[in-house]
């Protein structure tokens, strides 16, 4: 249940960015991509689409249709890993196996870069 909170989170989150920061707009302006959070059984997760500058999300790990999916061995260890921020606890992560990635890698690269934006300080 944490991990779902978490995404719906990340979503909230990002769609007020999307609203919010010009910065943010110009970097989601010509991305057209799906990205899909999920756990390996499909039981949890969420899509996160860019259309060319418009930002939306539905729940569900059974999505079919997505660019990249980042598909973690199970809820509590993607909970444990998003929640730190911590980039190398992904990276490790996925070096050992608790993070799969399934279709275009890139994508799941821009997406972290996406991210990035979250966490900045307003000037």
């Known amino acids: 249940m944490k991990f779902t909170f978490l995404l719906f989170i990340l979503y909230l989150k990002l ?40 930002f939306s999300s539905v729940p ?12 973690w061995k199970d809820a509590d260890t993607a909970f444990k890993v998003m929640a730190s921020e911590d980039l190398n606890q992904s990276m490790e992560a996925a070096y050992d196996g608790r993070l799969v990635f399934e279709g275009d890698a890139n994508q799941a690269l821009w997406f972290t870069g996406a991210t990035t934006f979250l966490t900045q300080k307003k000037k």
């Open 60 to 71: 569900g790990g059974d999505q079919k249709q997505f660019d990249v999916a980042m598909v």
């Open 15 to 54: 769609k007020k960015v999307a609203k919010k920061n010009p910065e943010f707009q110009e970097f989601i302006k010509k991305e057209k991509t799906r990205v899909l959070i999920k756990t390996a059984d499909g039981k949890r997760g969420r899509m996160f689409i860019f259309d060319n500058g418009k």
